[in-house]
Nanobody, 121 residues
Framework: QVQLVESGGGLVQAGGSLRLSCAAS????????MGWYRQAPGKQRELVAS???????NYADSVKGRFTISRDNAKNTVYLQMNSLKPEDTAVYYC???????????????WGQGTQVTVSS
């Protein structure tokens, strides 16, 4: 069984910064893509940023230049550094791990429970 545990959410003023962390645990052999999604009230869940095992990165246009995703493959951990936060960044942020190969060899996708990020104006 694989679990994703997120941390680092909270309340911050506009212009401030937060750093989210997500650690995957279990009988993990490898993880293809790790990423962050967010869902604001009344809106669909959307991709914020993702990173492959080879460090290829993808960002939503709305966060380019403000957010940075990074990854520690040895620790199966992904980070999201969020700078210059705006009220419209307020949402529940979910960690995702896709193409997780476990021992014995099965491949599945997993999601974290979510962490609230609130940006006040």
């Amino acid at each position: 069984q694989v679990q994703l545990v997120e941390s680092g959410g909270g309340l911050v003023q506009a212009g401030g910064s937060l750093r989210l962390s997500c650690a995957a645990s279990g009988s993990i052999f490898s993880i293809n893509v790790m990423g962050w999604y967010r869902q604001a009230p009344g809106k669909q869940r959307e991709l914020v940023a993702s990173i492959t095992s080879g460090s290829g990165r993808n960002y939503a246009d709305s966060v380019k230049g403000r957010f940075t995703i990074s990854r520690d493959n040895a620790k199966n951990t992904v980070y999201l550094q969020m700078n210059s936060l705006k009220p419209e960044d307020t949402a529940v942020y979910y960690c995702a791990a896709k193409g997780v190969r476990t021992i014995p060899f099965l491949v599945n996708d997993y999601w974290g429970q979510g962490t609230q990020v609130t940006v006040s104006s």
